[in-house]
């Protein structure tokens, strides 16, 4: 039984990546940024999914692209990482409005540890504090649960992770009370789309949770089976083969329609997937646009 509303139409482009394909005019960066832009009732709106690291390239493809930054309705992070926030502020201030929506977990402003090569938080920056992102005109809206942001859009909130081969953690860690201990991520959110008469599509930041345990929730939480697109980093750089095996096999058997993954998904995944699921399977790359 459905669960979520219905959009008219939707189209998804990548603003930023870590690539930007051959002879491309888009400037690339270690980070994502995909823009959604849904048609409900007749009108237009647009949910950006992540700022990249800086906003500058992000700016810079827009331009290009024609969009202007004013235009964007809303804004949801997938997780608290630099390569995903750090354009936060800048955005906003090249927004320039006030109360703009951004959507994140609750844990989403913690500092979050690497030791790799020294002690360093990948975490939200100072520069984009809560303090500074609501001085920029943002409004937090943090959330752990799903919520329904507008009628055939959805973002998951946390995602339970049922599936074994989709080890938790990626080997960063979080100081509380004095105390160190691994940090799984569990901020990490992606959004789920349904457009009338087609099936769910899911975007992903990083993927931390796990995309075969993002899917299986988006599904659950969606009331759909059938999943039309998966688009972003699946963050398996470091990932075994056998995991890299595993994933690709699921998605097969889940019968994906279309898998666009880049940034943090690694070569190795990238080349297994492009192998087991033929030409439904795109390298991610800024500039790339799907209908859905
Ligand atoms: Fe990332
Ligand atoms: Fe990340």
Same mark, same amino acid.
């Given at each position: 039984?459905?669960?979520?509303?219905?959009?008219?139409?939707? +189209?998804?482009?990548?603003?930023?990546?870590?690539? %930007?394909?051959?002879?491309?005019?888009?400037?690339?960066?270690?980070?994502?940024?995909?823009?959604?832009?849904?048609?409900?009732?007749? +009108?237009?709106?647009?949910?950006?999914?992540?700022?990249?690291?800086?906003?500058?390239?992000?700016?810079?493809?827009?331009? &290009?692209?024609?969009?202007?930054?004013?235009?964007?309705?809303?804004?949801? &992070?997938?997780?608290?990482?630099?390569?995903?926030?750090?354009? &936060?502020?800048? =955005?906003?201030?090249? %927004?320039?409005?006030?109360?703009?929506?951004?959507?994140?977990?609750?844990?989403?402003?913690?500092?979050?540890?690497? !030791?790799?090569?020294?002690?360093?938080?990948?975490?939200?920056?100072?520069?984009?504090?809560?303090?500074?992102?609501?001085?920029?005109?943002?409004?937090?809206?943090?959330?752990?649960?799903? &919520?329904?942001?507008? /009628?055939?859009?959805?973002?998951?909130?946390?995602?339970?992770?049922?599936?074994? !081969?989709?080890? /938790?953690?990626?080997?960063?860690?979080?100081?509380?009370?004095?105390?160190?201990? /691994?940090?799984?991520?569990?901020?990490?959110?992606?959004?789920?789309?349904?457009?009338?008469? @087609?099936?769910?599509?899911?975007?992903?930041?990083? *993927?931390?949770?796990?995309? $075969?345990?993002?899917?299986?929730?988006? @599904?659950?939480?969606?009331?759909?089976?059938?999943?039309?697109?998966? $688009?972003?980093?699946?963050?398996?750089?470091? #990932?075994?083969?056998?995991?890299?095996?595993?994933?690709?096999?699921?998605?097969?058997?889940?019968?994906? +329609?279309?898998?666009? #993954?880049?940034?943090?998904?690694?070569? *190795? #995944?990238?080349?297994?997937?492009?192998?087991?699921?033929?030409? @439904? =399977?795109?390298?991610?790359?800024?500039?790339?646009?799907?209908?859905?």
């Amino acid at each position: 039984m459905a669960k979520i509303g219905e959009l008219d139409s939707a +189209k998804v482009t990548v603003l930023l990546d870590d690539y %930007a394909g051959y002879e491309s005019r888009f400037l690339a960066q270690h980070g994502i940024s995909i823009l959604l832009e849904a048609v409900y009732e007749g +009108k237009q709106y647009r949910i950006l999914l992540d700022v990249g690291q800086s906003a500058y390239p992000i700016l810079h493809n827009m331009e &290009l692209m024609g969009i202007s930054p004013s235009s964007i309705d809303a804004i949801v &992070l997938s997780h608290c990482h630099y390569d995903h926030t750090g354009g &936060l502020v800048e =955005f906003l201030k090249a %927004a320039g409005k006030r109360d703009f929506p951004i959507v994140a977990h609750p844990d989403i402003f913690r500092e979050n540890y690497a !030791f790799r090569p020294i002690i360093q938080n990948i975490g939200v920056s100072q520069d984009n504090s809560r303090e500074a992102v609501e001085e920029a005109g943002g409004r937090m809206c943090l959330v752990w649960e799903p &919520l329904e942001i507008m /009628p055939g859009v959805m973002v998951t909130g946390e995602v339970p992770r049922r599936r074994d !081969f989709e080890k /938790p953690g990626i080997g960063t860690w979080n100081v509380k009370d004095g105390k160190v201990a /691994p940090d799984e991520i569990v901020d990490d959110i992606s959004i789920v789309v349904k457009v009338k008469d @087609k099936g769910i599509s899911v975007l992903t930041g990083c *993927s931390h949770a796990g995309i $075969i345990n993002i899917i299986d929730w988006a @599904k659950e939480i969606s009331g759909h089976d059938r999943v039309d697109l998966v $688009i972003g980093g699946f963050h398996l750089i470091r #990932a075994s083969a056998q995991r890299i095996e595993k994933t690709a096999q699921a998605l097969l058997e889940l019968g994906v +329609k279309k898998v666009v #993954a880049g940034h943090c998904t690694g070569l *190795s #995944a990238q080349a297994e997937m492009a192998r087991v699921l033929g030409d @439904k =399977f795109v390298q991610l790359g800024a500039g790339i646009s799907v209908e859905l």
